[in-house]
């Protein structure tokens, strides 16, 4: 072989073996550039799926902030529509007729186990005399057998009712206290019936 054979012959080989490793570098390119084709298709989908799971997060909290917001409204109209109720209360009774009013409390001074001191009265003073205290303490001597001992006194005040007092011991039995008391013992029941 002659040395321009020889050379050609390294020629040929190089560019074989040139050829070779170029094509060995563009399938590795290839597979670099697919492989982050695929790394960049499944990241996008990761994300896609993490927008898609923080956009579903993002509508519970909203549809659960309405309905907090929904039970907050119907809890406030149920307070209101039980305070308008029990304003309705107070002013039937404070629109009782003068029997009826003094009937009324009259009642309640019966149930009360104070058989003898003051009855402090201010804006009821005219209604609650002595027609109240005669029917307090015949209630109260037909339950009991012998009859109570009260005084009727007028004092400043703008109460409607009384305060029933002896000694230490004081009960009152104003028209707010009874109101109060009768809706803190009724709420529980008016709730049921009505919601």
């Not at 190089?14 to 070779?20: I, P």
């Not at 149920?78 to 107070?90: A, D, I």
């Not at 015949?138 to 007028?154: F, H, Q, R, T, V």
């Amino acid at each position: 072989m002659s040395i321009e054979g020889i050379i050609t012959r390294i020629k040929q080989d190089a560019e074989a073996s040139a050829e070779h490793i170029m094509k060995s570098y563009k399938d590795r390119a290839e597979k670099i550039r697919q492989d982050f084709k695929d790394f960049r298709k499944r990241e996008m989908k990761k994300n896609s799926e993490a927008v898609k799971i923080e956009r579903d997060k993002s509508e519970e909290r909203t549809i659960n902030h309405a309905r907090s917001v929904a039970n907050q409204r119907i809890l406030k109209a149920k307070q209101e529509m039980l305070s308008q109720l029990y304003v309705k209360v107070h002013n039937y009774i404070e629109n009782l007729s003068d029997d009826k009013y003094a009937d009324l409390f009259a009642n309640l001074l019966a149930e009360v186990p104070l058989e003898s001191g003051n009855i402090l009265l201010s804006l009821d003073s005219d209604v609650l005399e002595e027609k109240f205290l005669n029917k307090a303490e015949d209630l109260i001597s037909k339950e009991k057998g012998e009859k109570p001992k009260y005084i009727l006194k007028k004092v400043d005040g703008d109460f409607r009712g009384f305060y029933l007092g002896s000694g230490k011991v004081r009960y009152d039995l104003t028209l707010d206290s009874v109101l109060m008391d009768l809706r803190d013992k009724t709420e529980p029941i008016v709730i049921k019936m009505l919601f």
